[in-house]
């Protein structure tokens, strides 16, 4: 199955190449829509999803789609995008995950990808929670997962920057999601948050990908990721 992932658009809506599934880990939004900060009018952040977004996801050459929030995408926490679940909508147009599965087929071979959009808590930002809330969401996570997609990366995965708190340089991902990880055995984790932790790192053989396309400046530097799944489960 070939995969395209992405995270950390903050507005960027960057050309998606031919794939099976379309993921995207959070952060789509930008911070400001004209006069408007998405934290204080969630729901002009969400009007320009709706203007910018949808009709660029309904060009995107992708069989399957699915997105998830991250901490700027205020809209996705304070505004209602109930027909975007996977109970009411189709994977072959968009299907928005909170917390939750949803199953894509491509070539006769099925998937499951389980969504979170939540992060750390630092400052005063969209889908934050404390460790300790942290570890009882990720225990949720069921072990038929395939596709893990998170906002924010496993502890000591894709995760070095500086941190919030100390400002000093060092791994910021959350050890709850990394203990997740070991006990649900994903065929594959996507993630972002950490713009410098674009890239792959692997963890007890399971492939971690952070698929930020800008940089701290929130400038488009990279290509989203291209991924060829070929470990999943079959129909039949």
């Known amino acids: 199955m070939r995969i395209v992932a992405l995270s950390d658009q903050h ?12 993921i995207i880990a959070g952060d789509v939004c930008p ?3 004209g006069p408007f900060l998405g934290m204080h009018s ?11 977004v949808r009709p660029w996801l309904a060009a995107a050459p992708a069989t399957h ?33 909170v917390d939750e599965a949803t199953t894509v087929v491509a070539d006769d071979e099925s998937i499951t990808i389980w969504a979170t959009p939540w ?8 889908f ?19 596709v893990l997609v998170s906002h924010q990366p496993p502890y000591g995965h894709c995760d070095w920057t500086f941190d ?18 070991e006990r649900v055995q994903p065929t594959l984790v996507i993630c972002g948050h950490i713009h410098n932790g674009y890239g792959r790192s692997e963890h007890r053989g399971i492939p971690i990908y952070n698929v930020s396309v800008v940089d701290e400046e929130y400038r488009l530097v990279h290509h989203p990721t291209l991924i060829e799944l070929t470990r999943g489960r079959q129909i039949g």
Not at 44 to 49: A, E, G, N
């Open 164 to 181: 919030a708190h100390s400002g000093r340089p060092g791994h910021v991902g959350s050890r709850e999601l990394l203990t997740a990880i």
């Open 128 to 146: 934050m929670k404390a460790p300790e809330e942290l570890e009882a969401v990720y225990a949720e996570i069921p072990k038929s997962v395939d």
């Open 42 to 52: 969630p729901e002009q952040q969400k009007s320009w999803f709706v203007r910018q």
């Open 11 to 22: 507005g960027q809506l960057p050309e998606i190449p031919l794939c099976d599934l379309l």
């Open 119 to 126: 992060s750390n808590q630092f400052m005063d930002w969209a």
């Open 31 to 33: 911070d400001r829509i």
């Open 65 to 97: 789609k699915i997105l998830t929030w991250g901490n700027h995408d205020w809209c996705g926490q304070l505004c209602s995008f109930r027909h975007d679940s996977p109970s009411e909508a189709s994977t072959t147009d968009l299907q928005i995950l």
